[in-house]
């Protein structure tokens, strides 16, 4: 792509926007140099206002919308645009949905694994209801120029608070939870941590719902042990609201990214939620991992059986198995499932939640796959059908090395980066057919996208 040298930072442009970018960003060209712009849509022309200057680039800010888009809808949210939490509410809920599935497209265009023109990409399986989906809320908790505590969530690339009241992809008893304890904050003048001086106590605030028992844990994460009239906070919020059943408090002290400390204490009621995914059941404890929006992953694990075409005869790895979810999920109907994590806690939940369900035909073990794969073949062990659920920077390069190495039958890929899922089936496909693609929306309202996909090993 030529690059126009004549652009100017704070210049003024004319665009013509032709496709979504995969954060969400409109796209187009102004001369022949590439203009991203976040809030355009496809088909519209706009006109913009130069905000960087790169050398095969620009980004831009949208003026106005000279010619808008069939499918732009007007975002309900008050804070949308400050907020930055959600990229696609401008967008009509059908074209998200087209949207996540190009996602899929742009990165095998990318990456170019075998045969990738002709890999069937089906629709994405959308939500019936697109909003309230969220079952856990972390805002941040600071202090207001009137000396009153607000909590909310940064502007993109900030330190910036945007006090939110009303998120409308929480669950509501999320929410309702969160206004009662920033009152209550306040009402008892419990100190609020000062990031510039590094003072004060209450950080963030994390409150999590279990979808099908409407059980509520509130976790105060605070900068010091303390936590000023703890008791009388605990008291009101019990006897207001009868549904939290768990109030835990989580130190961190560091400053970093890191929202928890490694110490959490238990102040009042359980020390965990329970959370149903279809016929299982879980313990959620404030550091557990589990899936931010339950409905759909049940849709997800559901994809992931079908991908897999699980039969009772099957031994199935679970990789990156976390607390079980995933294979838990199939254990019923398989002989044996196998998982791994190189977490030793997210095991024992695992192992546990394995027992809770009475499934006596899983083993979970701490290790790498890259490690445990060979281990297990070694020893006689032969899967016919591996799931892979890594985390958004995609497989380890020994683990796909093991996976051709040690091939199963059948191979599932779930993934939440479609980027890094096309990187890896260019290594994949050496020895897999990829047979299909299936997006699931499991953030309605922002740009992520998450895939299933199915690959079978090569005759």
């Not at 442009?13 to 355009?40: D, H, M, Q, S």
């Not at 445990?372 to 985390?391: K, Q, S, Y």
Request: glycine share 6%; charged share 25%.
């Amino acid at each position: 792509m030529e690059t126009n040298h004549t652009i100017q930072l704070d210049q003024t442009l004319n665009v013509p926007i032709k496709r979504l970018g995969i954060n969400g960003e409109g796209i187009g060209y102004f001369k022949k140099t590439i203009v991203f712009v976040p809030g355009a849509l496809p088909s519209e022309t706009v006109t913009v206002k130069v905000t960087k200057v790169m050398p095969r680039f620009v980004e831009a800010s949208l003026i106005q919308i000279d010619k808008a888009a069939a499918d732009r809808v007007t975002p309900p949210c008050r804070v949308y645009e400050e907020c930055g939490g959600c990229q696609l509410q401008h967008l009509a809920y059908d074209s998200q949905l087209d949207f996540k599935k190009d996602v899929v497209k742009q990165a095998l265009a990318k990456y170019k694994p075998a045969g990738y023109q002709q890999y069937p990409l089906l629709p994405t399986i959308g939500m019936d209801n697109p909003w309230s989906y969220r079952n856990k809320l972390q805002f941040q908790v600071r202090q207001n120029d009137n000396g009153l505590a607000e909590a909310g969530l940064y502007q993109a690339d900030s330190h910036q608070l945007v006090p939110i009241d009303d998120c409308l992809v929480q669950q509501p008893a999320t929410m309702t939870t969160l206004n009662k304890v920033v009152a209550l904050l306040n009402k008892y003048n419990v100190p609020i941590y000062d990031e510039q001086k590094n003072s004060g106590i209450v950080k963030t605030i994390m409150i999590r719902v279990g979808i099908a028992t409407k059980e509520i844990q509130l976790v105060f994460i605070t900068n010091s042990p303390k936590l000023p009239k703890k008791q009388a906070l605990i008291a009101e919020l019990t006897e207001d609201m009868p549904e939290i059943v768990s109030i835990m408090q989580n130190i961190q002290q560091q400053k970093t990214s890191l929202v928890m400390g490694e110490e959490t204490k238990h102040l009042w009621g359980k020390e965990s939620i329970e959370e149903h995914l279809g016929d299982l059941i879980f313990d959620l404890s404030p550091r557990a991992f589990f899936q931010l929006n339950p409905e759909q992953t049940a849709v997800l694990y559901e994809e992931t059986r079908k991908a897999l075409d699980v039969q009772p005869s099957d031994t199935i790895v679970d990789a990156y198995c976390g607390v079980g979810t995933i294979g838990l999920s199939l254990a019923k109907k398989v002989t044996r499932v196998r998982g791994m994590d190189t977490i030793p806690a997210a095991i024992e939940d695992a192992r546990r939640n394995a027992e809770r369900l009475g499934v006596e035909n899983s083993r979970y073990e701490v290790g790498t796959a890259e490690e445990l794969l060979p281990h297990w073949f070694t020893n006689g062990f032969r899967p016919d059908g591996i799931v892979v659920d890594p985390p958004r920077t995609g497989l380890d390069d020994q683990l796909i090395q093991a996976l051709l190495r040690y091939p199963s039958q059948k191979l599932v890929y779930v993934s939440c980066n479609p980027s890094t899922l096309a990187r890896d089936l260019v290594k994949l496909t050496k020895k897999y057919t990829v047979d299909y693609l299936q997006s699931v929306d499991m953030f309605p309202q922002t740009a992520r996208a998450e895939v299933v996909a199915k690959l079978t090993l090569k005759s």
